[in-house]
């Protein structure tokens, strides 16, 4: 089991950069794939990126690709996601998420908010 907090939320224009971090607890952190979703109001909850244990294998969604990296520090327990190039569609709660293997994502923070204004 593990237990995530997001942090790094904020209120930013768009075009500007922000760094979401999700802090696990834990020391079996590297056992952990490592999923960052997001969800506007009125909108389903929807994939953003995830990164492997060991970081090697990443993923991102189309409409982010280019704009966001996913990195993680497995000695500091954390995962980043480098947003870039923001827009105002990119407003939305970001949760990160905690899955094993190919399991699904069973384990979430509870959020930090994400404002992009225009």
């Known amino acids: 089991q593990v237990q995530l907090v997001e942090s790094g939320g904020g209120l930013v224009q768009a075009g500007g950069s922000l760094r979401l971090s999700c802090a696990a607890s834990?020391?079996?952190?590297?056992?952990?794939?490592i999923g960052w979703f997001r969800q506007a109001p009125g909108k389903e909850r929807e994939f953003v990126s995830s990164?492997?244990?060991?970081?090697?294998?990443?993923r991102y969604a189309d409409s982010v690709k280019g704009r966001f990296t996913i990195s993680r520090d497995n000695n500091r327990n954390t995962v980043y996601l480098q947003m870039n190039s923001l827009k105002p569609e990119d407003t939305a709660v970001y949760y990160c998420a905690a899955a094993l293997a190919t399991s699904q994502y069973s384990y979430w923070g509870r959020g930090t908010q994400v404002t992009v204004s225009s």
């Open positions: 834990g020391r079996t952190f590297s056992n952990y794939r």
């Open positions: 990164i492997s244990g060991s970081g090697g294998v990443t």
